[in-house]
């Protein structure tokens, strides 16, 4: 398939897959971007920049396919060492940056000089506008669905998609809500040129994550994800546990004064608890409500033919067969 977003990354599938704290590291980038997608390193799941660059040659070692870097700009306090991971980026000859949460205005001649493209992914119209503005190549559209952090408008990707459509002129693909071939063709149809996956690529066989995790996924149905932290305006859909009601809870309890310090304990250090030693009540974790569609641990280049093999069925047989 022959999409803006294959033509832009030099990618054989319009498959891409978003960055993931503690999930997108070099050996599911790899993965990914051998299959035929676009794999993406989480940038800020390694420690320093000189991890970054690790990383990203670890990765180069696993694939001679075109791979990403996920960069997400947290409103904190603390920021991070942005400069230093770009310039581990730059220097590490990537070529496609995947931003998200604030806008990459401060970085983006730095990145464009080094020829990199830049898919910035956000939740709303309004801010893909603003990234179409500032000169990114492409947009990722967060629907509601999503696993993370849907921001605050809950529009679901069935308007929101269309929405992008009638207002931007660079290419976007649909990301919140993805697992198959049927997701594909929806995306295509409302407008997109691709789509970015999240949880699916949770549950593949490459994901470098516990088994704990992707048996959760699997065994979750589409009404087991929970909103936390829309109090503070900092939204994030998770998996539902007990450490999550008792987030809710406080919530519920606290209002409008609530504070980040009061919820510390179920969503600060608990990925490492939670992706790599598998114990799945320490805390808050992203996960979208397409865990209901999530029915097995393929490899990621099962996952990825199959889901372009349905595409082209749904496209050739079911649609065309209607026409007719
Ligand atoms: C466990 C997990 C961790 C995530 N971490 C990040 C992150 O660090 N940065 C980011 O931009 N997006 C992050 N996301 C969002 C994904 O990149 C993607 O946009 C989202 O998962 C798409 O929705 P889906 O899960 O329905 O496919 C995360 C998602 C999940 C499920």
Known sequence: MKTKITELFGIKH???????????????????????GLGVITGLTQKTPSDLAKEIARCRQMTDKPFGVNLTFLPTVTSPDYPGYIDAIIDGGVKIMETAGRN?????????????????????????LKAETLGCDAVSIDG?????????????????????????????????????GRSLVASLSLGAEGINMGTRFIATKEAPVHENVKKAIVAASELDTRLIMRPLRNTERVMNNPAVEKLLQKEAMLGNTIQFED????????????????????????????????????TCRELIDRIMSEAEEIIQNRLRSMLS
């Open 263 to 298: 919820i510390l304990e179920e969503v600060v250090g608990v990925y490492p608890k939670i992706m790599k030693e598998g114990n799945m009540d320490a805390g808050a974790w992203s996960c979208g409500m397409v865990a209901g569609l999530i029915h097995d641990i393929p």
């Open 144 to 180: 509601f669905e999503c696993g993370g952090h849907p921001g605050e408008n809950d529009i679901p990707n069935m308007i929101l998609l269309p929405r992008a459509g009638e207002e931007l002129t660079i290419p976007f693909v649909a990301s919140g809500g993805m697992a198959d």
């Open 104 to 128: 990459p205005e401060a970085y983006l001649s730095r990145l464009q000089n080094a020829g990199i493209k830049i898919i910035h992914k956000c939740t709303s119209v309004r801010h893909a």
């Open 14 to 36: 319009p498959i891409i897959q978003g960055g993931m704290h503690y999930v997108g590291f070099a050996e599911l980038a790899a993965a990914v971007s051998n299959a035929g």
